[in-house]
């Protein structure tokens, strides 16, 4: 009798752990997927507004490739004004760090963990590269443009003021106009470097919001 006592007892605890750490696991698969939502927006809008920059990046490469007497200084001007824009992605991690801080990656399925660490990888590997762009736009390309912008154009610009002064602050020489394609070029070839990871990471979030869902029953 003692023995199906301790046996039963033995059982009756693993079935509360088992219980305690399948509630925990359904609140942890919640908070995750309110996490990859926020990505998954954050990644779409984020692809957009570099898309929009490869853009603008290419318009303004065609517009310099044109001999200098053909070049329509208002054009180059608004183009370039337009290659500021940028997406700073800060992945939602908070609840995928806690987990793997905590040891409660255990409380989910092998194929669960292998996507959030994938996931995290991504993540990691794209605040990386989109830091060397920034770092890249800031410290390389932003000097060598406000020496010919014109800040008061460009704020007429988008205001949609009228404004008499000149297009630029110094008109670009031979030299300068080619310095100044050398950059854009390789502003659109580093943004390129960076949409399709944001592209897979979008879409790595929308499966794993599926299997969260799948595997906890939720809607």
Do not use: C
């Not at 779409?44 to 329509?72: C, F, M, W, Y």
């Amino acid at each position: 009798m003692l023995f199906l006592a301790v046996t039963a007892g033995f059982f009756v605890e693993n079935q509360r752990e088992h219980y305690i750490e399948r509630k925990r696991a359904h609140q942890f698969a919640i908070s995750l997927i309110e996490d990859l939502i926020a990505d998954t927006a954050e990644l779409n809008g984020g692809v957009r507004i570099t898309k929009n920059v490869i853009l603008r990046a290419d318009s303004l490469l065609n517009e310099l490739d044109k001999p200098a007497v053909l070049q329509n200084d208002t054009l180059l001007q608004f183009l370039n004004s337009r290659l500021w824009a940028y997406s700073f992605y800060d992945p939602q991690l908070g609840t995928y760090n806690q987990m793997k801080n905590s040891g409660s990656l255990r409380y989910f399925k092998k194929d669960l963990i292998t996507y959030l660490n994938t996931y995290e990888k991504m993540a990691n590997y794209i605040v990386k590269i989109s830091d060397k762009a920034l770092d890249f736009r800031t410290n390389q390309f932003l000097p060598v443009i406000l020496r010919i912008q014109n800040t008061r154009f460009i704020r007429a610009l988008n205001k949609e003021i009228v404004y008499t002064g000149p297009v630029f602050s110094d008109k670009p020489g031979k030299l300068q106009i080619e310095e100044w394609y050398t950059y854009v070029s390789s502003i659109k070839n580093t943004y390129a470097r960076i949409v399709m990871p944001m592209e897979s990471q979008a879409k790595h979030a929308v499966i794993l919001i599926g299997l969260l869902k799948k595997a906890y029953h939720l809607k």
